[in-house]
């Protein structure tokens, strides 16, 4: 009897953390595309062409002053991670009608994750590193 507890109970739990976790992408979205994105804005970091990137983004990220601000976040990062080696893995995920793309890169000293969020036309809405 206990063991059939502990079974139903094992059941509950995984079927409750796999209910909670995170929406896989709609029809609006197709990896290879968020994939492709996220490698051009990474590489545009790498190339400090912080410009293109807020030029390039949604009307959340277009003002001036915010590739000054993504500059002086990526020097920080830089700083403390050293330069950049390879992309390790991405995943991806859809949020408020977001896509969300979480890249864990390699650098000399640590990884570094990134997270891009695009709307429906492929545009960054937001960008956060750590």
């Known amino acids: 009897m206990k063991n059939i507890i502990r079974v139903l109970l ?12 995170p929406k896989t992408l709609s029809e609006d979205y197709n990896e290879d595309v968020l994939r492709e994105a996220s490698q051009v804005i990474i590489d ?14 949604g009307d959340t990220i277009k003002n001036d002053e915010n590739s000054e601000v993504i500059k002086k976040a990526y020097d920080s990062i ?40 695009f709307d429906k036309e492929i545009k960054l809405v937001e960008i956060f590193m750590k």
Do not use: H, P
């Open 78 to 117: 830089k700083e403390s991670a050293g330069e950049f080696d390879s992309i390790d893995k991405m995943s991806f995920q859809e949020k408020n009608g977001y896509a969300v793309v979480v890249s864990i890169a390699k650098f000399e000293k640590r990884n570094v994750q990134f997270i891009f969020s």
């Open 10 to 21: 094992t059941a509950i739990c995984g079927l409750f953390l796999i209910g909670c976790g």
């Open 44 to 57: 545009q970091l790498n190339n400090e062409e912080y410009n293109e990137i807020v030029d390039n983004a």
